[in-house]
């Protein structure tokens, strides 16, 4: 009976570490475009630095902004960006239900050749 909590443990632990994962198209877009978007931004750098938004903004003031929560935002110089990238919902939605599904075939196929037994009399 403790092997199979532990093995339902792993799982929900997996499940909870699939879906804080991130996935981004490969195309490159503007920060005109990601403005637009309104999702998940990824920037790289000319220096390979990646920085992560959950949203670009391009305000009043002509100048983009990456915001990484509602309340803290960073200016994005624009002469040193190589890369945009935007979230790419549909593939995340795929990998985490995939997942999930062979995660599931798993635990069940260990479950049906082996039942937890229980010991009512203590034998």
């Not at 750098?45 to 990646?50: A, R």
């Not at 391009?58 to 945009?84: A, C, E, L, P």
Request: with cysteine; glycine share 6%; hydrophobic share 45%.
């Amino acid at each position: 009976m403790k092997r199979h909590l532990k093995v339902l443990a792993r799982f929900l632990a997996l499940l909870i570490l699939i879906q804080s994962c991130t996935v981004y198209k490969s195309a490159n877009v503007s920060l005109s475009e990601a403005a637009k978007s309104n999702l998940n931004v990824k920037i790289t750098t000319d220096s390979g630095k990646i920085v992560r938004f959950k949203r670009v903004e391009f305000s009043d003031d002509g100048k983009f902004y990456g915001f990484v929560n509602n309340t803290r935002k960073f200016w994005i110089n624009t002469g040193q960006v190589q890369k945009v990238q935007l979230k790419n919902n549909k593939k995340e939605t795929m990998i985490l239900i995939g997942v999930s599904a062979v995660v599931v075939t798993v635990i069940g196929l260990l479950l049906v050749n082996n039942p937890p037994t229980i010991d009512i009399y203590g034998d």
